[in-house]
């Protein structure tokens, strides 16, 4: 039954094995799972130049036809809730099968509008840094200095990211997918850690207001990573949506 697919797209320095106890429990209840890794990430490689979301949309909508999947679940854990809506918004997919169900988790979509100035602040101080480490001496503590003043004030993925993909990562961060929202159709189901410390609770109140037909799921007391902290919790969230 094409209902009983589901696709699980990770997040940002994820990959597909930090989903595989969720997938075990699913795959228990007759649901079919695929989770790749999105490029990039695990096991596959970067792309060549710098993505956006469109981008891996793209890449992901071709990996679900090479798959022979034309109708199915869709889940997006942070950066790959990005994708998910993106992909859910998109009247093109409907015309190929299209998704039934929608499952965000953790899903980062909605961009401070004062972000994008933020990180280009950030990354001049970067480049400034950059200059006057290069002096003699002084370029001898450039690598402590520089792990330093990430973990202070910059983005920690921003930090994790290798070549090209610190440029994807200050792509997909300046995009506010805010208005792909309201063209979901998908019944949608909304799940957050209730201390969730890299995407805001408050975001679950903007996608349940735009995203019509949509319930919200919040678990007390737990974070981000809820793959990883609570698989049973949320594989048994996601079985009750899919089955209802």
């Known amino acids: 039954m094409e209902s009983r697919k589901l696709l699980i797209l990770h997040g940002w320095d ?9 997938k075990e429990i699913l795959k228990k209840s007759g649901i079919e799972v695929l989770v790749p890794d999105l490029p990039g990430f695990g096991k596959n490689p970067p792309p060549q130049k710098a993505w956006g ?3 891996y949309k793209e890449w992901v909508m071709k990996f679900t036809e090479e798959k022979g999947w034309q109708r199915f679940n869709l889940l997006g854990h942070s950066f790959g809730g990005g994708i998910a809506i993106k992909m859910a918004a998109d009247p093109a997919l409907f015309k190929k099968g299209g ?3 929608l499952i965000l988790c953790g899903c980062a979509a909605i961009r ?5 100035k933020k990180v280009l602040f950030f990354y001049s101080l970067v480049n400034a840094g950059k200059k006057f480490f290069s002096l003699p001496v002084l370029n001898k503590i450039y690598p402590l200095s520089k792990k330093i003043f990430y973990r202070l004030y910059g983005p920690t993925d921003y930090y994790l990211a290798k070549g090209i993909m610190k440029d994807i990562f200050k792509k997909i961060i300046s995009e ?3 208005v792909n929202l309201e063209k979901i159709k998908s019944p949608t189901l909304i799940l957050w850690g209730e201390r969730d410390d890299l995407v805001p609770l408050s975001h679950t109140r903007i996608l349940k207001e735009k995203i019509k037909n949509s319930k919200l799921v919040i ?6 990573a809820l793959n990883l902290q609570i698989p049973e ?12």
């Open 14 to 22: 994820s990959n597909s094995g930090k989903w595989q106890k969720v």
């Open 53 to 55: 979301i469109e981008n």
């Open 99 to 101: 998704i039934d169900k």
């Open 112 to 116: 401070d509008e004062k972000k994008p």
């Open 176 to 178: 506010d997918l805010k």
């Open 219 to 224: 678990f007390p007391g737990e974070k981000h």
């Open 233 to 244: 919790k949320l594989a048994k969230e996601v079985i009750k949506f899919l089955e209802n």
